[in-house]
């Protein structure tokens, strides 16, 4: 009696396991990868590349993504007027906070700290553009300079934080002498993969089926 129930016990969870596995997605090669964490890595297409600033910046604002929203990119991230960084092939990025301030020409305060400062930005702008220099910060080290970068691909998986100050020979804000734009972004560099390393495409199990039936006829043909 004692085997006949631990026998039904076994072939219930069994059972059980194989139904599971059976409701379970599949995975393809083109399936996007979940996120669990910032730095969790995806496939290409799920990044897109990021368009130039757009008008109307305000000032003094700051935005944080949560892990399910946070924007994907790769290629060439631009960060404000001719500044960008270079993402690694097989890199993308993953935002999870950004944050725009306006001030003087030596960083001081420009404006009444109790309202947001909207301001127009325009390519036509760029040639009052008198400097701008970038700040990369790694966990263990950082590059600077009045340059573009390209990100150290062997820090995938850090959290970078780049800085873009750019000061004008105008104000940028009509009554103010507000010239200085600075634009912080935060991001996790990651891992980007063609296609989904778990997945199982068509074209790699028309491959196999092939290969297999390429087997039997040979066999069959060795013993003709």
């Known amino acids: 009696m004692t085997f006949t129930s631990r026998r039904r016990s076994s072939s219930s969870s069994s059972s059980s396991s194989s139904s599971t596995a059976r409701n379970r997605p599949k995975i393809y090669s083109h399936t996007p990868m979940k996120a669990t964490s910032y730095g969790s890595p995806i496939i290409r297409k ?112 850090e959290n970078v934080t780049v800085t873009s100050k750019n000061d004008y020979i105008k104000p940028i804000i009509p009554g103010t002498n507000c010239t200085m734009i600075t634009v912080t972004t935060t991001f996790t560099l990651i891992e980007m993969y063609e296609t989904n390393p778990n997945g199982c495409g068509v074209v790699k199990g028309s491959f196999t089926v092939v290969f297999v039936i390429s087997i039997l006829l040979a066999e069959i043909t060795r013993r003709r």
Do not use: M
Request: charged letters at 25%; hydrophobic letters at 25%; proline letters at 4%.
């Open 46 to 157: 799920q990044a897109k590349s990021r368009s130039s600033f757009t008008r109307g910046l305000i000032g003094g604002a700051v935005a944080y993504y949560a892990l399910s929203r946070a924007p994907l990119y790769s290629g060439r991230y631009p960060l404000f007027s001719r500044s960008y960084v270079d993402i690694p092939e097989n890199r993308a990025v993953r935002l999870w906070r950004e944050e725009t301030t306006v001030t003087d020409h030596y960083g001081e305060k420009c404006v009444n700290t109790s309202i947001v400062p909207r301001f127009d930005y325009s390519s036509s702008d760029d040639k009052y553009l008198n400097n701008s220099f970038t700040t990369i910060d790694y966990q263990n080290s950082r590059d600077s300079g009045s340059k573009n970068f390209t990100l150290d691909a062997s820090c995938s998986g």
